[in-house]
């Protein structure tokens, strides 16, 4: 697919509205109005800023979180933007292959999980590492002991070591329970599912500094860990 910026987009897409109007009288107005209010809203992510210092965490160097952030972090935010102006654009076609149009939908939800995992993984370190508040309580509760809890998580993250994908802790509204969710990529999840914790196991987000030492990485993580953002997401979602 050849790239198409936001102004070939939204030109594209006016054409679009103009004819449909024309061709269809009220009913056909209310769709372009429609219209161009989906353009007017599609493709305005900005990337969110970091909330700690990158040079003060632990064992993740100011490279790779940088590095991270940067390149893979953003390009899913401009990827987002990208497919959200060609939706847009493809929703004033009333041509617009199907086939065409499934396809941007795919790319959109994965890229929109990208986007959402890594807010979620980048909010979620800066702290030093020790868990506490009432999550820490509601994880010892649901897998009888805190301890119990970590190995899981942490073999759940291993066992996506060399591949790729998310291991995430997650509230799940339709069970109300905690539990250590494996996500193969960004679509992976629970449809009712709050994610409280999402470690990237992707080789970007680790190999510049361990290599293929998965869990030296996984380590490293949980000792930079915020429990006040973790406490905060979970009482966000049981509330």
Known sequence: MSKVTRREAIGTAAVGVAGVALA??????????????????????????LRFNPASLT????????????NNYQGSVRGLNTIETRL??????????TVAFAGLKREELHRTGSVVLHEIYFDGLGGNGEAGGSVRDALST???????????????????????????LTWNAHTQSLHNYWAWDHMHGAV????????????????????????????????NLDWEVIDTRYRAAIA
């Open 24 to 49: 269809g009288g009220a009913s056909s107005t209310a769709t372009a109005q429609e219209t161009a209010r989906s353009l007017a809203f599609a493709g305005n992510h900005t990337p969110k800023p």
């Open 59 to 70: 064992g993740l160097s100011e490279r790779l979180i940088t590095s991270h952030w940067e």
């Open 88 to 97: 847009a654009a493809a929703m004033a076609d009333p041509d617009f292959p």
């Open 142 to 168: 649901a897998y009888g002991g805190f301890d119990a809890w970590e190995a899981e998580f942490r073999r759940t993250a291993m066992s996506l070591a060399g591949g790729s994908g998310w291991c995430v």
């Open 192 to 223: 009712t599912g709050a994610p409280l914790i999402a470690l990237d196991m992707y080789e970007h987000s680790y190999h510049m500094d361990y290599g293929t030492a998965a869990a030296r990485y996984i380590d490293a993580f949980m000792a």
